[in-house]
């Protein structure tokens, strides 16, 4: 059964600083790998989609890496803004079509 | 940008009494999920629909809970008799493979059930 997890649970880092976030999962078989942005009472809005044939995809100022084969996953925020603020969780999909598998989420507090 | 509409975004019941959340996929989308997300919790798979039936279900998607889609556009689902621990934010997803490959799942606001 795939497992994922994020680590730190939370994270607190002054304006401007970058952001590096973990999720790792236990079955390395993915069909692909997305990153998703949650605030707080919110729905799921998707940041990144990453097929399990890349090793990394970007966005502005947001790179997710993937390495497949030690079952890991990271997204960089560079120059962090407040407006970051927010949980960013990770989520795996086995196979097309299958369901989503999420991780717990990292939260996130960029201060002024 | 097209997206999935979910209604109500807040709905309080009674415990035992039952509820539809409502959900318009993206229109040209042929996978439907529900996921919900109890508070402080990981978001969990409930169930998925594909060509008119349902393609897989989780163990908390037992016979209490049922999903339909009555026409083009709606995918609801059901919970006949909620109880206290059904209450979480629900949400509802869609998704089409393109070119033979995965796309991204769509992810509509959520509804928050509150069960009293």
């Known amino acids: 059964k795939q497992e994922v997890t994020q680590i730190p649970a939370a994270l607190s880092v002054p304006e401007g600083e970058n952001l590096v976030l973990n999720c790792s999962f236990t079955?390395?078989?993915?069909?692909?790998l997305q990153w998703f942005r949650q605030d707080p009472g919110k729905g799921l809005t998707s940041l990144l989609l990453i097929q399990s044939s890349q090793r990394e995809q970007t966005s502005g100022r947001l790179n997710a890496s993937l390495d497949k084969s030690s079952g890991r996953s990271t997204l960089y925020i560079a120059a962090s803004q407040p407006g970051d603020s927010a949980t960013y969780l990770c989520?795996?999909?086995?196979?097309?079509?299958?369901?989503?598998?999420f991780g717990g989420g990292t939260r996130v507090l960029v201060k002024p | 940008e097209p997206e999935v509409t979910q209604t109500p975004s807040h709905q309080v019941t009674q415990m035992g009494q039952e509820v539809i959340l409502r959900c318009v996929p993206i229109?040209?989308?042929?996978?439907f999920y529900w996921y919900r997300q109890i508070l402080g919790q990981k978001v969990e798979f409930l169930v998925s629909f594909y060509n008119n039936e349902i393609s897989e279900k989780s163990e908390i998607f037992d016979d209490q809970f049922s999903v339909e889609r009555p026409d083009g556009s709606n995918f609801t689902l059901k919970i006949r008799s909620t109880k206290l621990e059904d209450s979480a934010m629900y949400f509802c997803?869609?998704?089409?493979?393109?070119?033979?490959?995965?796309?991204?799942?769509?992810f509509g606001a959520g509804t928050r059930l509150s069960v009293l």
């Open positions: 997803a869609s998704f089409v493979i393109r070119g033979g490959r995965s796309g991204i799942q769509y």
């Open positions: 079955d390395s078989a993915i069909y692909n």
């Open positions: 989520a795996v999909i086995q196979a097309a079509g299958n369901k989503l598998t």
């Open positions: 229109s040209n989308h042929l996978y």
